[in-house]
């Protein structure tokens, strides 16, 4: 099953502790990878890395923390790398990896069976992580274009949609129930 980044978190939330959130995802579910493929996005000249990871757990973890230290230490910024660990040889028509950093943290997905992300979520748990840093794809809230302004009522009719993870969605609604009944009259 796809499971996507929970944006709220990696995006609206300052002090997201990100790079523990990426080091902690990609041990977990490296343990059941046998690929990688790691390179920067900027500067795109950049070389990138693929092959084997180690069979052996303890240099399997120690790699991917090597790996990581890397990307975070050549990278422009923290969410622009590409990283891909999966348990089949990586090519441009494979399926979706299980671990699937592609360019930047919108595009963050996983493929884990339900067990997996069973234990992964426990594994975040543990680390001090939401358990929900990740959902799955299914319930992404796609609706019409809701911004505002002259283009506004143009673009819905063209098809344009927002899209909104579950936690986004649930302080946006919140945020509109507060705002009107901010709005609403005292009786």
Request: aromatic share 12%.
């Amino acid at each position: 099953m796809l499971y996507a980044a929970e944006l709220f978190y990696l995006e609206n939330q300052d002090n997201f502790p990100f790079e523990k959130a990426v080091a902690v995802t990609a041990k977990t579910v490296g343990q059941w990878c046998t690929y990688f493929q790691a390179g920067l996005i900027i500067p795109d000249d950049a070389e990138v890395h693929y092959g084997e990871l180690p069979v052996e757990p303890g240099q399997k973890q120690a790699f991917i923390d090597e790996l990581l230290a890397w990307i975070f230490s050549h990278t422009v910024s923290p969410e622009l790398f590409h990283l891909i660990l999966d348990d089949e040889p990586i090519t441009e028509t494979s399926k979706v990896p299980k671990f699937c950093h592609a360019d930047d943290t919108g595009c963050w997905v996983l493929n884990l069976t339900a067990s997996e992300f069973t234990e992964l979520q426990r594994v975040w748990v543990d680390n001090g992580l939401p358990p929900d840093l990740f959902y799955p794809e299914s319930e992404t809230i796609v609706v019409p274009y809701d911004g505002k302004g002259l283009l506004a009522p143009l673009l819905r009719r063209l098809g344009v949609t927002t899209s909104y993870t579950p936690r986004q969605w649930q302080a946006r609604s919140q945020t509109t129930l507060a705002n009107r009944s901010q709005s609403e009259p005292q009786i």
